[in-house]
Nanobody, 115 residues
């Protein structure tokens, strides 16, 4: 089992910045990927950014150039730096850990961007 604890999030004005962090504990295996997804009211959960253990990252088109994902393999943490936030970024953000075909999710953290 893998446990994910998220931190960060909150309320920010448009154009501002926030950082999200997620720490994984438990049965941490090699070859895993970590990432962030978000779910806005009435919408499906969607990928924001993901990063492999080797550091390869991919981003949703809507956040490219504004968000940066990074990870610390020694600490089993992943960080999402969000700059230039827009009201449409408002959502619950979830951390996801994937290894050997198994997905684990964090509890979610709210990000609200006011216009």
């Amino acid at each position: 089992q893998v446990q994910l604890v998220e931190s960060g999030g909150g309320l920010v004005q448009a154009g501002g910045s926030l950082g999200l962090s997620c720490a994984a504990s438990g049965l941490i295996l090699s070859g895993n990927a970590m990432g962030w997804y978000r779910q806005a009211p009435g919408k499906q959960r969607a990928l924001v950014a993901a990063i492999t253990r080797g550091g390869s990252a991919n981003y949703a088109d809507s956040v490219k150039g504004r968000f940066t994902i990074s990870r610390d393999n020694a600490k089993n943490t992943v960080h999402l730096q969000m700059n230039g936030l827009k009201p449409e970024d408002t959502a619950v953000y979830y951390c996801k850990y994937t290894s050997w075909g198994l997905d684990y999710w964090g509890q979610g953290t709210q990000v609200t961007v006011s216009s």
